[in-house]
């Protein structure tokens, strides 16, 4: 088992005993979707793989806030910020726009990249070191800024 899998299992009966509906909840929906994919893909997820499912999660949550603060339903916008506040906590900590940029450069030095084509040779640098600690859609953008000057 994964540490941070472990760690959400501990986590899980901590919330229980502390009788934490909220913060239980959010924590089964987790583990029911890594449970989800280790049954459907047959295997045993790795931590970095956790991670990556966890920030899927996260982003689906921002997503859902936006639509639900555009529908005017503060109800529901507000569960999925419990929710999104409960999954951030077993992510890594956010890049600063430093860190990130120095990623995307040495990037594109590790990869040779001359323009635009080598985008995908770049995204894949630097997705291993990002995940969960970042927007890939907000980097996608600042690799594409940084390639086409």
């Not at 005017?72 to 890594?92: C, G, S, W």
């Not at 001359?114 to 890939?136: L, T």
Request: overall charge neutral; aromatic content about 2%.
């Amino acid at each position: 088992m994964s540490v941070l899998k472990k760690r959400i299992t501990e986590e899980m009966k901590d919330a229980m005993r502390a009788k934490d509906k909220q913060r239980l909840g959010t924590i089964r929906l987790i583990l029911a979707e890594l449970k989800r994919i280790e049954v459907d893909e047959r295997i045993e997820l790795d931590d970095a793989r956790v991670l990556a499912v966890l920030d899927k999660m996260s982003k689906q949550r921002r997503d859902s806030i936006a639509q639900y603060d555009a529908a005017d339903r503060k109800d529901l916008a507000d569960t999925e910020r419990q929710e999104l506040e409960v999954i951030q906590t077993y992510l890594p900590q956010p890049l600063t726009t430093e860190e990130l940029t120095q990623l995307i450069e040495d990037a594109v030095t590790a990869s040779g990249a001359s323009g635009m084509q080598d985008m995908g040779k770049v995204m894949a640098i630097i997705k291993p070191q990002a995940q969960g600690r970042a927007d890939m859609g907000a980097i996608s953008g600042l690799v594409k800024a940084s390639l086409t000057k």
